[in-house]
């Protein structure tokens, strides 16, 4: 059995005050912080790169005590995104989510992931078929099945890419399986129920009045 996760997007929360956010979302019970990378290119949207996320990771640094504390889920909406390896890592990024649309070798940038201390994920957008994922997962550690087209928060949860969900779940029962986009109440539930198991949550956790109890509620949802 895959456990819940629940990673709040930072993009939804205050750039003013990322680290604060940072550590209000770990002690609200956030298992991780999911980090949108955007460059502009590949999304029309710019938002941070890797001197925000070094600095978060100085706000929140690793306990040596508890490895996996404090997990920074990368989710780099890049073109180029062999590029920006080193320097996530270097800045202390935990998990490095790529996207299939970005790359023409998607198996070299897993182990180019693998190789500079990161966990390897990759994502789908929408409109591409769940398909190309099959003979990567089982390089991966995470799949991401975008449920909004990426770029901006606050969008409307897309309920038909959840067959996308069902299907990698049929054949990969132990994998990390994320949806990201339009996750709240009302929308988790559905999500959970096709399999999925690591929940994004921007502007429902963020937007709460209290962002511990939503998150305690997403991962109620998921471990039903
Ligand atoms: C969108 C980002 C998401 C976004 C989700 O491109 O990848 O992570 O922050 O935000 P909500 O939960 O508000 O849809
Ligand atoms: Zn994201």
Not at 188 to 196: K, M, W, Y
Request: aromatic share 8%; proline share 7%; charged share 20%.
């Amino acid at each position: 059995m895959v456990k819940p996760i629940i990673a709040p997007s930072l993009l939804a929360g205050d750039f003013a005050k990322l680290g604060c956010d940072c550590h209000r979302m770990f002690d609200s019970g956030s298992d991780w912080v999911h980090l949108d990378v955007m460059d502009g290119h590949f999304v029309p949207n710019i938002t941070m790169g890797p001197p925000i996320i070094s600095a978060l990771r100085n706000a929140v640094p690793r306990k040596e005590e508890a490895p996996g504390k404090y997990f920074f889920d990368c989710h780099m909406m890049v073109s180029n995104p062999e590029q920006w390896v080193p320097e996530i890592a270097k800045a202390g990024g935990d998990q490095y989510t790529f996207h299939y649309e970005a790359t023409e070798k998607p198996l070299e940038l897993t182990k180019l992931i693998k190789a500079n201390g990161m966990k390897a994920a990759c994502a789908i957008k929408p409109g591409t078929s769940v398909d190309v994922l099959f003979d990567l997962a089982p390089h991966l550690d995470m799949a991401l099945v975008m449920t909004v087209e990426p770029g901006f928060g606050g969008q409307k949860f897309m309920a038909d890419m959840m067959p996308k969900v069902e299907e990698l779940r049929r054949r990969f029962p132990n994998m990390n399986i994320q949806v990201d986009g339009g996750l709240g109440k009302g929308t988790v539930e559905v999500a959970a129920e096709a399999g999925a198991n690591v929940i994004v949550a921007g502007t429902s956790v963020f937007k709460a009045a209290d962002p511990k109890e939503m998150i305690a509620y997403l991962r109620g949802e998921v471990q039903q």
